[in-house]
């Protein structure tokens, strides 16, 4: 399937950095973002479903049929945070906004971590490219601020934390993977430029985005444990997430 029409043209932006300079990299994704919903504006297709953004918790899966670690991590982490009613997942971003019948892009957790501050965390165990996965929390990250920029789009109003997230004073982009999935690449490069682009980004505005690759602590590897044991460790592993490091 073709890229979303929202987001045409990212990857060739992304894939085109030189020495990764990040303010003109995160402005170049934005700029991008934004001519793309003006011109499915203008072909009247720029519509948004009530369903974008929306706040639900589901940890449900079938357990007995449903391998995908990234599946299993994401549900039992709900799961364990269900209680707390501060965790979502699988969070649509752009239902409507297409043309013909792409399919609508979800962040696979939100967290809210303090009264006016949300983390959108792109959660990944089998694949083992650092860099997609930043572009992928990136684009959800800049339609978040399409829907700032547009308040008309926001329509969704099934819950209160969907209003307090568009409230936010600090939303936090995540990568968050087990530390193995880091071992290949130098992720850590691009993560400080990509700081500097939102500083750049949004020098003007009242909220700040900012973004970091983690990982779950060292001894976390979903893809070789049982489910009872996921279900054991996962917990400690989710409190001792953290930034990527470099032995």
Do not use: C
Not at 61 to 76: F, H, L, Q
Not at 147 to 168: D, G, I, M, N, Y
Request: glycine share 4%; aromatic share 10%.
């Amino acid at each position: 399937m073709s890229e979303q029409d929202l987001y045409r043209d990212l990857r060739r932006i992304w894939n085109l950095r030189t020495e990764f300079n990040g303010p003109k990299v995160i402005k170049d994704l934005d700029d991008q973002i934004a001519d793309n919903y003006q011109r499915l504006k203008e072909m009247d297709r720029a519509g948004s479903s009530s369903e974008n953004w929306r706040w639900y918790a589901n940890s449900d899966y079938d357990r007995a049929k449903n391998r995908s670690p990234e599946t299993i991590v994401e549900r039992e982490i709900i799961g364990l945070t269900q209680a707390l009613g501060t965790w979502a997942n699988q969070v649509p971003v752009n239902s409507g906004i297409s043309e013909g019948n792409n399919q609508p892009s979800h962040i696979d957790l939100v967290h809210r971590t303090t009264e006016r501050t949300f983390e959108l965390i792109e959660l990944k165990i089998d694949s083992k490219d650092p860099y997609e996965a930043a572009l992928q929390i990136l684009r959800y990250g800049l339609t978040y601020r399409l829907f700032r920029r547009v308040p008309t789009l926001l329509r969704s109003k099934q819950h209160s934390l969907t209003k307090k997230l568009f409230e936010a004073s600090h939303i936090h982009l995540r990568v968050l993977a087990p530390a193995e999935y880091y071992r290949q690449g130098n992720a850590e490069t691009i993560e400080p430029a990509l700081r500097e682009g939102f500083e750049h980004l949004l020098k003007d505005e009242d909220w700040k985005m900012d973004f970091a690759f983690l990982q779950f602590p060292d001894w976390f590897r979903p893809k070789s444990l049982e489910l009872t044991e996921i279900r054991q460790t996962l917990e400690l592993a989710l409190v001792g997430r953290g930034p990527l490091r470099r032995d």
